[in-house]
């Protein structure tokens, strides 16, 4: 364990940095567009025990960097952090750098990897035109023998396919090239360092008041009755509850939250927002959906809520949990302080990230909404979802693809859409010359707002 501790620099906010020396010389250059930052850098070496680094390392700082993932799941599993704890993820140009590398030398056909998020590497590989490949991924960071196992499994997968490591730890890396097993390690670039720090300052200055602002989240199961139905006896029902009630405390746990059941399959779980902010990574990540799905079946609906007050809060989080129901489940969505919403909180899912308000500010327009039986929270929803693609003429079935609705569905709403004048007819589209011309209608009610 080495400490190099700086304290010539007359700096305001002490940073932590826990990493390989290589990276934290790295991080030494990009520290010099941050003059506010007085670091203090812990030095990993095969042997040191993180944990100790880490406890030594939070008595003198404000807030604390990894350098690497895998040493930020290491730790979190045995502290609690008193501070904000950040990590450098590998998802930006140094991931996509790394796989570059190893396409001009080996190809993109076959890939092992580790500590690096499976859905950052496919968006990648789309983006330098690759379709036919695979790869496995190591999923299990949590054993005491992280390293050995992570090498067993490349060394398997080389074997056994001639698949080309792509790792984020450095020990894991200079352990395959003695071995003469073709690998990269994903190292973060500057621009990587220079967001990561940026987080760590917003954490530790402007964001510091929010810190401890409580957060209220509701976790709903999705069609429970449905899925109680394959089960033959009551006892077995109880059963998958308790299932479903171990999974969702060990998730909160990583929270540092509180999980209270509700009834009727519903769950209240409470947090502080920094600690949410950052094991979301920002409101990105949040890997319950997916858990639960793999390991017990089942889809999730999640509803969390800011708010200056408890009670703000609590509102907040059933009016989240309202927009997650209404998008079919299995997603996350925040509604803020301010009532805007954020989502879904999750990278897994294919929908894409939203920003909306829940308030229509036009009362002719609300009036009109509701005459058509639409609320004015579906109706900011739509509109946020419609206008995010710049598009606002459409036939029925592009509408329908749009908003993840049925075609029959889709004509009903523009029916209504019509007899409210929400919506117009500006032209037809020949799809066939035998096929009757499908309708193009103009969603008129978003360029009023």
């Not at 890939?111 to 999923?139: A, G, M, P, Q, R």
């Not at 889809?299 to 998008?327: C, D, N, P, W």
């Not at 058509?372 to 693609?389: D, F, H, N, P, Q």
Request: glycine share 6%; proline share 2%.
């Amino acid at each position: 364990m080495q400490i190099n501790k700086r304290v010539e620099d007359s700096s305001e906010i002490n940073i932590g940095i826990i990493g390989s020396k290589s990276l934290l010389d790295q991080t030494k250059e990009t520290l010099k567009s941050f003059p506010n930052f007085k670091p203090i850098f812990g030095v990993i070496k095969p042997g040191t025990a993180i944990t100790d680094l880490a406890i030594e390392l939070m008595r003198d700082v404000d807030v604390l960097v990894f350098t690497e993932y895998h040493l930020y799941n290491l730790a979190k599993q045995s502290l609690d952090f008193t501070i904000p704890v950040h990590h450098v993820p590998l998802m930006g140009t140094g991931l996509y750098k790394s796989l570059f590398l190893i396409k001009n030398s080996y190809g993109l056909k076959r890939l092992s990897v580790d500590t690096i998020e499976e859905k950052y590497v496919k968006k990648i590989l789309v983006e330098l035109d690759e379709e036919d490949y695979e790869f496995k991924v190591f999923h299990n960071h949590s054993k005491p023998k992280l390293i050995e196992d992570i090498i067993t499994f490349h060394i398997e997968n080389y074997n056994t396919d001639g698949s080309i490591a792509l790792t984020g730890i450095q020990e894991v890396s200079i352990r395959l090239s003695e071995m003469n097993i073709p690998n990269e390690w994903v190292t973060p670039t500057q621009q990587d360092m220079i967001v990561s720090l940026e987080r760590a300052l917003l954490a530790t200055n402007t964001r510091r008041n929010k810190e401890s602002q409580i957060v209220f989240g509701l976790i709903n199961v999705d069609d429970f009755e449905r899925v109680t139905e394959k089960y033959k006896s009551e006892h077995d029902v109880q059963l998958l509850k308790l299932n479903i009630q171990q999974i969702l405390l060990d998730y909160i746990r990583q929270l540092d939250g509180h999980l209270t059941i509700l009834g009727g399959e519903e769950y209240l779980f409470i947090t502080t927002r920094g600690i949410f902010e950052r094991e979301t990574r920002g409101y990105k990540f949040i890997p319950l959906l997916q858990d639960t799905n793999n390991a017990i079946g089942i889809t999730l609906s999640i509803g969390v809520g800011f708010g200056s007050t408890a009670a703000e809060a609590g509102s907040h989080a059933r009016l989240a949990l309202r927009q997650s129901k209404e998008l079919g489940g299995n997603v996350c969505y925040i509604v803020r302080e301010d009532k805007s919403v954020l989502g879904p909180v999750d990278i897994t899912t294919h929908t894409q990230y939203e920003r909306y308000d829940l308030a229509i500010t036009d009362a002719q327009l609300l009036e009109r909404a509701e005459k058509a039986g639409m609320s004015a929270s579906y109706m900011t929803k739509l509109m946020a979802r419609v206008a995010r693609y710049g598009i606002i003429d459409y036939t029925a079935q592009e509408l329908a693809s749009t908003l993840k609705i049925t075609i029959r569905s889709a004509h009903r709403i523009l029916l209504k859409w019509m007899d409210a004048e929400l919506v117009e007819i500006v032209g037809e589209e020949k799809v066939t010359y035998k096929g009757r011309p499908r309708r193009i209608y103009r969603l008129s009610f978003i360029m009023e707002e």
